[in-house]
RNA sequence: GGCGCUGUACCCAAGUGGUAAGGGGCAGGUCUGCAAAACCUUUAUUCAUCGGUUCGAAUCCGAUCGGCGCCUCCA
C-alpha cells in the first residue's frame, strides 16, 4: 500500500513518488523534497498559523516513519511590507526588527514540538538567486520594466492560472487588483521586484536598486536549496492563489522545469465558527493560551486532529476535549507503569503491537488520515487496558508497548513529549503521605486517611486507590 | 457573481458502493471502609432535505436548503 496525498494542482489522491522515479521500498527513494512557506516575521504568530505548521509537521513526521528520507526547508520572510512598516513604528532597523520575531517563532516552535527542518533560509539571504531568476525571465521575455520595478508579463506564460483554475474564476465587479501602488500594464501582472520607496531598505541590482517582490522570495530560496524540482510545496489555502500560483510561473518561466511535483495546502482554522480577526475578538497567539492555562500538548493535539485539508473550527471547549483525550493516553501510561514487576509473558501482545502498527499505516496513508490514526491508536489503548484488568501483562509486555508508542510518538509528538510534565519536587513529601495514608487504612483510621486524602486533593493531587495499591497523579 | 471547503449522535470527528471508527459527555457496572480516580459496558436502523442509479448508497448522479473561506496583505 502506497502513501497517497492529494495534490491541488492535479485535484487528486495522488500516490508520493519522491524524485519522479518508482522505487520498491521508502528507503530506495531520494530524499523528499518538501519546501514549506513560513512567516512573515512581523509579529508574533496566531494558532491559524499552527496549524499550518503542525500539519507541515506532522507530514514531515509521518514520511520519516514510514521509512523516506526528509529533506525539508522553511523559509523567513524577513523582508515585505509589514516588517518594513513594523521595523519604522519601533524606530529599529529591518534586522533587529525581524530577528526578534523569529526568534520569538522559534520558541513557539519549540513549545509545541514542533520538530526543526533541515533548512531555515531567509529572504534578506536570498537576494543573488532572486536577480539570477530575474535574468532568467527577462532573457525569456517575460519581465517587464515600469517606474523602476520589474513585472511579470501574465500573457507570455500560457500555463498561469494552473493551480487556481484562473480561467475558470470571475472577477468580482468592484474588486481592485491595483491595490498594490504600482504600475503595471496588465492587472493580473504581479510584481517581482519593487522599486525603492524613501527611507526603505533596498538591494542593488542589475535592474537596478529596489526590493523583492513577495512571490519571489519563494522561488528563489527552493532554487537555492534543492536546486530542481521538489517533491512536495506546502502552505496555507490562501496562499493557493496569487501566491503559488505566481511561484510556478516565475520558476516555470525562468527554467523551463517542473516546479513542483504535489501541492498540499492546509485549510484554515476557525475560532468560534468564524474567521480569526482581531476586530472579530478571537484572535488568539500560542502565548494568549499559554497564559489562560492551557497546556501546549492540548494544543497541538487540537490542531493536530483533524484532518488538513478540512477547516479547523477551535474552540476554548475544543481544548478542554483535547485535553481530555490526552489524559486518557496518559492514565494507560500510569496503567502500564504499574505493571513493570510482574512477571510472564502474554505472547497476545506483541501481535496487538504489530497490528496496530499496520493499521495505523493503512490508514494514515490514505492521504494523512489522522484521525483515522488517533481512532486505530485509541483502539489499541483500549485492548491493552482490558488485559491490563485481566491480568494479562507484565513487566516484559508492558516494555514491548512502551517500546510501540515510542515508534507512534514519533509521529504524533504529543504522547510522551511533555515539556510541561517536568519532576515533581514535592514527590517525595507526596509519597510519604500517600504511605502514611495506606498505613492509617491498615489500621481502619479512616479519619486520618481521609484527612491526607483531602489535604493532598487541595494540593491538586488525585490518590487513585486500585485493587494492585495506591497510585497519584497531578491534577491538570 | 466565480472558485474552494463543508453539513455524520448532546459536543468534536473518521468513514467515498457492502450495511455507521475513535475522543469527550450522559447512563449503568467493576473496584473501594466510603468516596474519588481509573477501567469496562451501553449510547446513530441512521449520515441536512427531496428525488434518481444500483441487488445494495453516508458514500455515485440531480435538485433544494444551510455553514465557512478565498477572489485585496493573509497559514
Avoid at 117 to 141: Q, W
Avoid at 159 to 172: A, F, N, Q, T
Avoid at 424 to 434: K, M, N, P
Amino acid at each position: 500500500m502506497p502513501l497517497k496525498i492529494y495534490n491541488t494542482l492535479t485535484r487528486k489522491v495522488e500516490e508520493l513518488i519522491p524524485g519522479g522515479i518508482r522505487k520498491n521500498t521508502p528507503e530506495e527513494y531520494p530524499p523528499v523534497t518538501i519546501y514549506s512557506c513560513g512567516p512573515t516575521v512581523y509579529s508574533y504568530a496566531h494558532i491559524g498559523n499552527f496549524r499550518t505548521f503542525i500539519s507541515n509537521d506532522f507530514l514531515r513526521r509521518y514520511l520519516k516513519f514510514r521509512g523516506f528520507r526528509v529533506n525539508h526547508a522553511m523559509n523567513i520572510t524577513d523582508v515585505d511590507d509589514k516588517t518594513i512598516k513594523g521595523s519604522q513604528q519601533e524606530g529599529v532597523t529591518l534586522a533587529e526588527y525581524t530577528k526578534k520575531y523569529t526568534g520569538i517563532f522559534y520558541e513557539d516552535l519549540k513549545t509545541l514540538n514542533i520538530e526543526p527542518v533541515e533548512h531555515n533560509p531567509k529572504a534578506t539571504e536570498s537576494v543573488d538567486e532572486m536577480i539570477n531568476i530575474l535574468k532568467r525571465i527577462d532573457e525569456n521575455g517575460i519581465l517587464y520594466e515600469k517606474d523602476g520595478s520589474l513585472y511579470f508579463n501574465i500573457s507570455k506564460f500560457p500555463d498561469y492560472g494552473k493551480l487556481s483554475l484562473l480561467d475558470k474564476r470571475e472577477i468580482k465587479s468592484g474588486v481592485s487588483f491595483d491595490a498594490d501602488e504600482y504600475e503595471k500594464e496588465d492587472v493580473r501582472d504581479f510584481a517581482l521586484w519593487k522599486a525603492p520607496k524613501a527611507n526603505e531598505p533596498f538591494w542593488e541590482t542589475p535592474y537596478g536598486p529596489g526590493r523583492p517582490g513577495w512571490h519571489i522570495e519563494c522561488s528563489a530560496m527552493i532554487r537555492k536549496i534543492f536546486g530542481t524540482t521538489i517533491d512536495i510545496h506546502t502552505g496555507g489555502v490562501d496562499l493557493v492563489f496569487p501566491h503559488h500560483e505566481n511561484e510556478i510561473a516565475q520558476s516555470e518561466a525562468a527554467y523551463g522545469e517542473k516546479f513542483v511535483r504535489h501541492w498540499i495546502h492546509t485549510e484554515h482554522l476557525l475560532v468560534d465558527g468564524a474567521k480569526m480577526s482581531k476586530s472579530a475578538g478571537n484572535f488568539y497567539t500560542l502565548r494568549d493560551l499559554l497564559a489562560r492555562g492551557y497546556s501546549p500538548r492540548s494544543i497541538r493535539y487540537l490542531l493536530m486532529s483533524a484532518h488538513y485539508k478540512k477547516q479547523l473550527n477551535f474552540t476554548l471547549e475544543g481544548i478542554t476535549q483535547a485535553d481530555q483525550a490526552l489524559e486518557r493516553i496518559d492514565n494507560f501510561i500510569l496503567r502500564l507503569n504499574d505493571r513493570k514487576n510482574t512477571s510472564g509473558e502474554n505472547p497476545g501482545i506483541e501481535n496487538i503491537c504489530s497490528a496496530l502498527i499496520h493499521e495505523f499505516i493503512e490508514t494514515v496513508d490514505n492521504d494523512l488520515n489522522i484521525s483515522g490514526g488517533l481512532g486505530v491508536f485509541f483502539d489499541f489503548i483500549h485492548k491493552i487496558n482490558t488485559l491490563i484488568s485481566e491480568d494479562k501483562v507484565s513487566g516484559r509486555d508492558s516494555e514491548i508497548v512502551f517500546e510501540t508508542l515510542k515508534k507512534i510518538d514519533h509521529v504524533f509528538g504529543f504522547i510522551f513529549a511533555v515539556s510541561d510534565e517536568t519532576e515533581d519536587a514535592d514527590r517525595e513529601r507526596i509519597d510519604l503521605l500517600v504511605n502514611e495514608r495506606i498505613e492509617a487504612k491498615k489500621n481502619k483510621q479512616f479519619a486520618r486517611a481521609d484527612e491526607i486524602r483531602e489535604l493532598l486533593k487541595s494540593e491538586g493531587v488525585i490518590l487513585e486507590d486500585t485493587k494492585d495499591g495506591t497510585r497519584w497523579k497531578r491534577k491538570k
